[in-house]
């Protein structure tokens, strides 16, 4: 699924608006909207920007080639799907990594996307526990999906092999080589 169809659905989600809802209020067809999140069809970036405008988003390019956090997360979810967690790690891994190899603008503009849930809280949770670190580290604005997801204060709730990746990623971070990350 390319990733404005990933933007898409967040937006919409984020929204609280349904395929449907979506279709009426942009006078476009649900079916195209249906096509279009589940990657199946292209649509032209004029019919994208009048969608996300319907619901008050607006399509941004970041110029990085890090990971978002909602591509993160679906990227995690896939390879938890599959039983794979180890694989899920490394993706948690690479996108903590690449948020630290970012300036604070970018990592804030990777991280502002609310990402779509793992299906696993856990593992949900050690994505919002990385931007955390991350963005407060520097004292940068921190997205507002990182209240919506769960208190942060319930992270010892996190275990097992989210747990023990959440402390790769951010063990990773503090020890970066990156001269971005000196601060």
Do not use: Y
């Amino acid at each position: 699924m390319p990733n404005t169809a990933h933007q898409l659905r967040a937006a919409r989600q984020t929204s609280g608006m349904s395929q449907v809802e979506l279709a009426k209020a942009s006078a476009t067809d649900q079916s195209l909207i249906s096509h279009v999140e589940s990657g199946s069809r292209d649509t032209r970036t004029r019919t994208l920007d009048r969608l996300m405008a319907t619901m008050g988003h607006q399509m941004v390019a970041i110029d990085s080639v890090e990971l978002t956090a909602l591509d993160a997360a679906i990227r995690m979810r896939r390879w938890l799907a599959r039983q794979r967690p180890n694989d899920a790690g490394r993706e948690l891994h690479d996108f903590s990594a690449g948020l630290w190899r970012a300036d604070d603008a970018t990592a804030i503009a990777l991280t502002h996307s609310r990402p779509p849930t793992t299906e696993h809280l856990d593992w949900d949770m050690a994505i919002a526990g990385v931007v955390f670190f991350r963005l407060d580290s520097t004292g940068a604005p921190k997205p507002s999906w990182l209240n919506e997801i769960g208190q942060l204060e319930e992270a010892e709730e996190v275990d097992g092999d989210a747990l023990r990746w959440f402390g790769v990623a951010t063990d990773q971070s503090l020890t970066s080589p990156h001269d971005s990350h000196a601060q």
